[in-house]
């Protein structure tokens, strides 16, 4: 997979949507939800379920990344479908808790969504079924307990070989791949992570499912990017040869949406 943050400027507009691009393309929208100002034309998008579950939310920081990844993702989606307005998406979630677009549209949608305090990202794509994940050092619980919890034993065994100073980036690179994958497979962390195994060879990520055998496919797209020194995104396309564009998405640039 490549990667690469392609010719939209600053606004976040694409020149073209994946209804006529490369239906390899995977576009990955992201805002940071401490910096984006949302009007109460952006909050009339959501529909009552969603502003239901927001009352559900104890944590400001949790309430704000929800408030914002649902009013970007129906945006969004109506940029790739412009006939279906925002507040007109319906959504359903599959036996694993996986969110699908209900609407009938020309083309399939698949979408996957990612958040931390700092960062919402929305992986949209038309190829086929996308898994992304995003993660930080910061705040990060007993990273102990979650690699005996989250690692195989050859994952562990390499784990701890490295420098005290790399651990924390090792462990969120391979439990971020490893979310992605489970999320673009549709399984969501119903399949224990230490029974899948993320090994870099020949120049790329490997992912091994030895114990459940969840898929036969060997060629998926797989890719990773650092965004910051703490930051850590992964992308997982089930299917091969996807590109990844980052765009940046700003509330402001939503006037031309009904």
Known sequence: MSVRLGGYGML????????????????????????????????????????????????????RQYLVSRVMLRRVLSRYEPRVTPAAWRFEKDG??????????????????????????????????????????????????????????????HHTGLASAERCQAFIRRWTLKEAWLKALGKGLSVPPASIECTWQAGRWQIDDHHHRLTSRRDWSIEQRA??????????????GASMDLIPWLPSCNGDER
């Open 12 to 63: 976040g507009v694409p020149g073209d949507s994946l209804g006529t691009r490369n239906r390899q393309a995977i576009e990955i929208w992201c805002c940071d939800p401490r910096r984006c100002v949302l009007t109460t034309s952006d909050r009339d998008v959501l529909s009552a379920q969603e502003r239901d579950a927001m009352t559900s939310f104890r944590s400001q920081d949790a309430h």
């Open 96 to 157: 694993c808790g996986k969110p699908r677009v209900l609407n009938a549209t020309p083309a399939p949608l698949y979408f996957n969504i990612s958040h931390i305090s700092a960062c919402v990202v929305i992986a949209v794509s038309r190829g086929g079924e996308v898994g992304v994940d995003i993660e930080t050092c910061a705040k990060l619980p007993d990273p102990q307990a979650l690699i005996a919890l989250c690692f195989s034993d050859a994952e562990k065994r």
């Open 227 to 240: 965004l910051t020194k703490d930051v850590q995104l992964a992308v997982v396309a089930a299917y091969p």
